[in-house]
């Protein structure tokens, strides 16, 4: 009677013990009475953090260095500077744990977004080793192995490579306790790769790794910013009316500031100019587009495909580069996709077909690892605009509680609310949220 | 002072002879001769169509040297200078400084504003002049802006470019940057005019050099732009077409 009980006992808090567990998977952290205050995503994503709800950051050593990554490259004149990878550090005196950061697309090591967050990590004690996203073209120039960036584990080998590289020569400098890595947008998904290439390889043994708004299917975000460019009124052929438009008004705002460098600038500016949410995602596919016109042309001379670019031709640093801008500034992302990124990898690999390869370049490919990997964590926001509705399912579904969706912050606008940083940095000093 | 201001004209002298001497060098390769690349202007591009940002720029072979020299210049002597500054000077007076030199800028706002009939500009300018050379301590405490004071900057170039003066070709100044022929004209009465006031305002020999030697350096310390570090491969030319569609809209303000 007594063991009948108990094993019944046992059997419904077991029973309860798997509903809670499935329970407890299938939903993220939600943030309840998130202070952010910016409500529409387009504003979050295009002025990030109003001044005076950011995070208060030092400022701090952080200082730029070059490194050589194929001594035996033959840079083409054309981006003669390029030879050299640039990239970051700011580093303590005494031991402490060392974290890489991953930009996102188009952005380089020491861009805004990266800037703020070293600030944050040697705050709280990290050495920072910052990198650029394998799409700014001097990665592609002196860092990728192909030249034709996009690819999910290629890219991640090309950064752990870079990691290993920086490494070789700051190993002498500093002493390090654990190695950590994070990176936001592009950088987020790089990251999950590289986690997941250190699992093989044992080089670093990241302890903590954090994915900050990062894509599900890169192709499905492309996609998103691609169309976000046919919100120009009247579409490319005023591309540079609308562009100089902005540029005119900022400088009016600009002009009348008594203190155009104060860091509040560019929200004041965003206030006066009062744009509206077609002309934000034009200037956020505007700015999508400039980097993708510059990624692919790098891209073409570096792997030499004849892209935009007649194959074989050598272009050098005097030559006029007038049309290729012209004409990759026609083309999104998704013709790269199409048209260069897969016929070159298709003759590396024949049997691929080219669904097969747009899925492989997503998070969904590796969701399996991502599910165990118990060091992985994600911070995401619910409004996201480089996701399809319905994406930001996928992280509480995969990660679990190791996933945590603020309600608001569009792309990346709120990673300098000083709840979002004390959240990256609690989860590389405690493990956990604050 | 008369010796600085002949160096500084024979420097934009050389530049001009250069840029009417050189020609232009065959930058154009011979695409015919090469297979066809997938995408192409011909493929893309509407008819007739204009390159949206072409900016007037017949000396670009001479430009991109100019603009290559300038980067290496830039890598190592320039920037090795200006972070040898910033490690030694405190903070503070990194600060003051370069308050010092946009105090000497208002004054050739002032200047420029009363040349282009402007009250405004000019009242602003001259209230900041006032105020930061009195209360602000030779103008070291940017008190006007703690006030207030909105800051214009109009120098001898917006000065031409107000009275109908275009900007002329585009050109790339070597140690200075992106310009145009009418700005480049426009630097030697803005210098002339600095020149004075800096002789009237500084009576001994070592204030006159140490102002000429930090100048260029507290200019540089204060301008985040650096060659070839923009993430566009086609730098040179967006580039170009930002400062110069920068000039107009300085002009027209």
């Known amino acids: 009677m007594n063991s009948k009980k108990t094993l019944s006992q046992a059997v419904t808090t077991g029973l309860w013990a798997l509903l809670f567990s499935s329970f407890v998977q299938a939903s993220a952290v939600n943030v309840e009475n998130y202070g952010y205050p910016i409500t529409d995503r387009f504003v979050a994503t295009v002025v990030g953090t109003p001044p005076e709800y950011t995070a208060d950051l030092p400022e701090i050593p952080f200082r730029e260095r070059r490194i050589t990554i194929f001594p035996e490259r033959q840079t083409p004149d054309v981006f003669f500077y390029d030879a050299q990878l640039l990239y970051s550090v700011a580093l303590q005196r005494n031991r402490a744990p060392l974290i890489f950061l991953i930009a996102g697309t188009g952005a380089s090591h020491n861009g805004t977004k990266n800037k703020n967050m070293a600030k944050a990590f040697y705050q709280a004690g990290f050495h920072v080793v910052s990198i650029s996203s394998p799409t700014v073209n001097n990665f592609v120039t002196a860092a990728s192995t192909t030249g034709v960036v996009g690819h999910a584990q290629k890219d991640a080998e090309d950064i752990y490579r870079v990691f290993a590289k920086i490494w070789d020569e700051l190993g002498k400098e500093i002493d390090v306790t654990s190695f950590h890595v994070t990176g936001y947008s592009l950088g987020g998904f790089n990251a999950a790769y590289v986690a997941k290439l250190d699992d093989e390889r044992q080089t670093f043994n990241f302890e903590r790794v954090l994915l900050i708004n990062p894509p599900v299917s890169i192709y499905n975000s492309i996609s998103l910013l691609d169309r976000m460019i046919n919100n120009i009124p009247g579409g490319m052929d005023n591309f540079d009316r609308f562009v100089s438009n902005l540029l005119r008004a900022y400088t009016k705002v600009y002009n009348e500031a008594a203190d155009p460098v104060g860091e509040d600038f560019l929200y004041k500016a965003f206030q006066a100019l009062n744009l509206q949410d077609e002309q934000l995602a034009a200037l956020i596919g505007t700015s999508f587009r400039l980097s993708s016109a510059s990624l692919v042309f790098t891209a073409d001379v570096v792997a030499d495909f004849g892209y935009v670019k007649p194959r074989g031709l050598e272009l050098n640093r005097y030559s006029n580069l007038a049309i290729y801008d012209q004409v990759a500034s026609r083309l999104g992302f998704t013709d790269y996709y199409h048209e260069f990124f897969f016929p070159f990898y298709k003759a590396e690999y024949p049997d691929i077909t080219r669904d097969k390869y747009i899925a492989a370049i997503s998070l969904q490919e590796i969701a399996d690892y991502l599910s165990t990997a118990e060091k992985i964590s994600v911070m995401h926001n619910a409004d996201d605009i480089i996701l399809e509705p319905g994406e930001i399912n996928f992280f509480p579904e995969v990660f679990g509680d190791r996933a945590t969706i603020y309600p608001i912050g569009g792309h990346c606008g709120n990673m300098n609310y000083k709840d979002n940083v004390a959240h990256m940095v609690a989860t590389f000093t405690q493990g956990e949220r604050p | ?253």
């Not at chain 2, 991109?64 to 890598?75: A, P, Q, S, T, V």
């Not at chain 2, 706002?109 to 405004?120: C, G, H, K, R, V």
């Not at chain 2, 022929?181 to 426009?186: A, L, Q, Y």
């Open chain 2, 1 to 253: 002072m008369i010796q600085r201001l002949l160096s500084s004209l024979s420097i934009i002298i050389i530049t001009l002879l250069l840029a009417a001497c050189a020609s232009t060098p065959q930058t154009t390769n011979q695409v015919a001769d090469y297979p066809r690349p997938i995408f192409t202007a011909n493929r893309l591009l509407p008819p007739d169509h204009p390159d949206q940002l072409a900016v007037y720029d017949p000396w670009e072979g001479m430009n991109k040297r100019i603009y290559n020299f300038n980067y290496h210049f830039d890598r190592y002597v320039f920037l090795p200078v200006v972070r040898g500054y910033q490690w030694i000077m405190p903070n503070f007076a990194q600060t003051g400084i370069h308050n010092f030199f946009k105090n000497f800028n208002d004054m050739i706002t002032m200047f420029n504003s009363a040349l282009q009939l402007a009250p405004q500009k000019l009242a602003k300018s001259t209230g900041r002049v006032v105020v930061n050379s009195t209360i602000g301590i030779l103008g070291f405490i940017d008190v006007a802006t703690m006030l207030g004071i909105p800051r214009p900057v109009e120098d001898f170039g917006q000065t031409l470019g107000h009275w109908g003066v275009g900007q002329g070709p585009y050109l790339v100044l070597p140690f200075l940057g992106p310009s145009n022929v009418r700005d480049s004209i426009g630097l030697v009465p803005d210098f002339y005019v600095r020149s004075v006031i800096q002789d009237e305002l500084l009576k001994s020999d070592e204030a006159q050099i140490t102002t000429t030697v930090l100048w260029p350096i507290d200019t540089r310390a204060n301008t985040s732009f650096r060659y070839y570090e923009t993430g566009s491969a086609f730098e040179y030319r967006t580039v170009r077409w930002l400062w110069s569609t920068k000039r107009d809209l300085d002009v027209q303000q």
